[in-house]
């Protein structure tokens, strides 16, 4: 039976699908609650259940010279700053069991990156804040192993797991989406949600920073919604092309409003 999870007033695994989107990573203040206040106008407008993304801390860089973000500390409060102006429910991701707990005072998902999702000890303090847990399936794993994630979460007791499908490795520098993932995972009867940005994302693909081809986002996103996602998850900019991180596989966002209204129409035909 699929199960639900209750993100503040958000419901993932129930109609209509979550919107779940945000910059890569905070770049500011100022430019993360421009980015928060034009995603909430557009989902409120298109009626599409919303949930801010955005990451303090992106420790998974290709080079170490890559731009991380506030750190932890100031990056909460940002984070904080969204949630309350603009009442919208936030996501962000954790890479260590510290992070997890200190996170979960403000955040409302934690997110386990999908280098990190076969790392016990996160999962299981993910799992022990009693805060929903997204677990984004490694670009290494086969989608029935997903199994033994969900298992180090629940053995904490909480039960609100949400999965996600960001595409797996296929040679180098290169992912590709199989779709019989999002069925096979939906066996555990958790929602899954579909990276549409993350998936074509070319990991390390520019050398000292991982490249990416926009144009096949809007593709994948409507096939996702047509084999039956919960969620779907969009890094998005203001300008891509200046993002500090993850802008080759980004979305503008003034491409967005099409992009959900189209994906509403699809959902609608199922």
């Known amino acids: 039976m699929q199960k639900e999870v209750k993100v503040g007033a958000v419901t993932v695994g129930a109609k209509p699908f979550v919107f779940i989107g945000g910059p890569c990573v905070i770049e500011g203040s100022d430019i993360t ?32 010279s890559s731009f991380r973000g506030p750190g932890i500390d100031e990056g909460l409060k940002v984070l904080e700053a969204v949630k309350n102006n603009f009442q919208v429910p936030i996501l962000t991701d954790v890479h260590s069991v510290e992070e997890a707990k200190t996170a979960a005072t403000v955040v409302d998902v934690l997110q386990v990156p999908a280098l990190l999702s076969r790392q016990t000890d996160l999962l299981v303090a993910c799992g022990r804040t009693g805060k929903p847990v997204n677990i984004k399936k490694g670009q290494f794993l086969a989608p029935h192993d997903i199994q033994h994630a969900i298992n180090k979460v629940e053995s904490t007791g909480n039960f609100k797991i949400m999965v996600t499908e960001r595409g797996t490795y296929f040679g180098y ?3 590709v989406n199989d779709f019989r993932a999002i069925p096979i995972m939906k066996r555990f009867s958790y929602p899954i949600i579909f990276d549409a940005t993350h998936s074509v994302q070319k990991p390390g693909g520019m050398v000292t920073v991982s490249g990416g081809e926009r144009e096949f986002v809007f593709p994948l996103a409507k096939a996702a919604i047509a084999v039956g996602v919960d969620a779907i998850f969009m890094e998005v900019h203001f300008d891509p092309s200046k993002a500090l991180c993850d802008g080759a596989n980004s979305v503008c966002l003034d491409d967005l409003p099409l992009m959900l209204e189209t994906l509403k129409r699809i959902e609608a035909a199922l």
Do not use: M
Request: proline content about 3%; glycine content about 0%.
């Open 33 to 64: 609650l421009r980015i928060a206040e034009r995603l909430k106008d557009i989902t409120s407008r298109l009626a599409v259940p919303f949930i801010f993304k955005s990451s303090y801390d992106k420790a998974n860089r290709t080079s170490i």
């Open 173 to 175: 520098n290169n992912l």
